[in-house]
Every structure is written in structure tokens, then in C-alpha cells.
């Protein structure tokens, strides 16, 4: 199929429709006042000075970089402004798709996002790495998702969170030996916050274990949503029991809501209106069913 030619060379025309002798051509970035380069052929080696100084017939070659948006901006021989024209894109054409610039901007060789989503599968090549974003405790997200992988700078460990809380991602679980002696797992003595071994699991720890003193803070409640306005000490986490002067016994945190273990909201399994009040939540290790913890 044929297709129309596109203008070989471009002219510009004055307000009396008139050849643009001698006028000027000013490009900039698409949305800006910042100059960027046009060319004098397609394989895009020789820049065009800029402004570009149009011939006797108000003619010059312009050839555009694909994929960037241009702003042209049109003036007479002594500048006096004719016309502006902005976000000028070159349509696409074969070599937009055969050999694509890097990601980035107006020179790509970097691509920076804020937030980056992929519907399928990503490959990484090479012999690099993929750096993990990292934070404190307190930097966690406010609404967690299953499947989220951090650096945790407060605990010193990778983390993952699955099931409605936090939990440490291998490779710092504790010492393995030194050369090929992979002999040594180690754990911490002090539970900080509440734990539930699952009817499914068995868990063995080396003691001795102290349970740390717990979450104390104050909060209220509005059916099933707690809401902490103040967090003195300790950490809360789905399965610490709540308890406080008006709070129903045995109320249970089930879900995180934009508190990642001190000030925001939660889900609770009774619902119940509260006023504000002080709360605490002992450190417990709930052992389910036929699962065993065994302390050496």
C-alpha cells in the first residue's frame, strides 16, 4: 500500500503568507524554554544551530529526535515573534520500533520513577544487583500488601509482608559458619511483639526467653477500627490482644490499617465503641492446636 510522501523540507510563511526569508526557527523541550537540539539529517550527527536560520525561500531542513516532544518557537529576521507551537511530536515510523532509545529524558541513557508496575513477568540481567528500598520500622508502608519486600534499617534484616504482618526474608536469620561450616542459626531473647505458632507449624527456640513488656499507648474504638493516638513504648501487630479500662476482654488486633505497630488504625474481631483510653497489649505466644514450641 502506498502512502502520502511527508514534506521532504520545511517552510515557514509569514502573517502575509509570504516566504519567512531569513527568519528563525527557536526549539526548545516540549512544556519548557529549555533549547534542545534538532538536526540537519536523519541520521542525526549534525546539530542545527539554534535558532535555526531559515534560506531565501524560508526553508530549512529539521529533522526531530522520536519519542521527545519539541516546541517550536517562529520569529521574523529581527525576532519579532510570529507564532509558538508546542508539544510537536515526529509520528512513529520504523526507526522508533527497531532500535528504541534507553529510558530517560531528553539525552536517555537513565530511566528514574516514582512508582513502576509491570502486569507480567521481569527479567534482570547481568551481573549486578537489585538494590531493595530500605527504611526504619516506622518508614513501613501505611497500607501493606501481601508480597512487599523491604530492608528493615531498625532491625538490620530483610523483610516480607504475608498474612497480615511483617516477617524477616532469609539470608540474615542468623549466622550459618564461616567458609563451608554452615553450623550456627541464632534468635533473639526477647519477644517483643505478640506471636501465634500456627496449628500446622512446630517451633523450637534456644533460651533462655523473656517477653518483652508489651505495647502501652492509649487509642479508641469505632466499631471494629482501633485508632492509636499516642504509642509510649512496645509494638502492636495482628494477634496482640488489647486491654483497656473500656475495652472488651479478649479483643484481638485481626488486620493493619495505616499503623505499622505504634500510631494509626487496625481492625479488631469485636466491635465495640470506645472512647479514648489507655491501652496495653502484653507480648503473647499463642501456641494453636497440635503445634508444639519446644525451649532448649
Known amino acids: ?22 527568519g528563525k526557527v527557536y526549539t526548545y523541550a516540549g512544556g519548557t524554554t529549555t533549547p534542545i537540539a534538532t538536526y540537519t539529517d ?4 549534525t546539530a542545527n544551530t539554534n535558532p535555526i536560520i531559515l534560506d531565501s525561500r524560508g526553508m ?15 520569529t521574523d529576521s529581527n525576532d519579532v515573534t510570529q507564532y509558538t ?10 526507526t522508533s520500533f527497531g532500535s528504541p532509545p534507553p529510558i530517560g529524558d531528553v539525552a536517555p541513557n537513565t530511566g528514574a520513577f516514582t512508582t513502576l508496575s509491570a502486569t507480567l513477568d521481569v527479567t534482570f540481567s547481568g551481573t549486578g544487583y537489585v538494590q531493595m528500598p530500605s527504611g526504619a520500622t516506622t518508614d513501613r508502608p501505611g497500607t501493606p500488601t501481601d508480597g ?10 530483610f523483610e516480607g509482608f504475608v498474612n497480615g504482618a511483617w ?30 505458632i500456627p496449628s500446622t507449624k512446630n517451633a523450637m527456640t534456644t533460651g ?15 466499631a471494629t477500627t482501633l485508632t492509636i493516638d499516642t504509642a509510649t513504648s512496645g509494638e502492636l501487630g495482628v494477634g496482640s490482644v488489647i486491654v483497656g479500662t473500656s475495652i472488651t476482654p479478649g479483643t ?42 519446644v525451649v532448649i
Not at 529533522?63 to 517562529?74: H, M, N, R
Not at 490499617?257 to 499463642?286: M, N, R
Open 1 to 22: 500500500m502506498a502512502s502520502l510522501t511527508p514534506t521532504p523540507k520545511q517552510q515557514f510563511f509569514d502573517a502575509n503568507g509570504n516566504p519567512l526569508v531569513a
Open 42 to 45: 536523519q541520521a542525526g550527527g
Open 60 to 74: 530549512a531542513n529539521i529533522w526531530l529526535q522520536p519519542t521527545i516532544a519539541y516546541k517550536f518557537l517562529i
Open 85 to 94: 507551537t508546542d508539544n510537536i511530536i515526529v509520528p512513529p515510523d520504523n
Open 148 to 157: 512487599m519486600l523491604r530492608y528493615n534499617t531498625t532491625l538490620d534484616t
Open 167 to 196: 516477617g524477616q526474608v532469609g539470608g540474615d536469620a542468623g549466622a550459618t559458619g564461616g567458609g563451608s561450616n554452615e553450623v550456627f542459626v541464632e534468635n533473639d531473647q526477647i519477644i517483643t511483639i505478640s506471636y501465634t
Open 208 to 222: 533462655p526467653i523473656t517477653l518483652d513488656g508489651g505495647f502501652v499507648g492509649t487509642g479508641s474504638i469505632a
Open 252 to 293: 484481638v488486633i485481626t488486620t493493619l490499617g495505616t499503623g505499622t505497630g505504634g500510631i494509626g488504625t487496625y481492625e479488631v474481631d469485636i466491635s465495640q465503641s470506645v472512647s479514648l483510653d489507655a491501652i496495653t497489649a502484653p507480648v503473647v505466644v499463642t501456641v494453636q492446636g497440635a503445634s508444639r514450641w
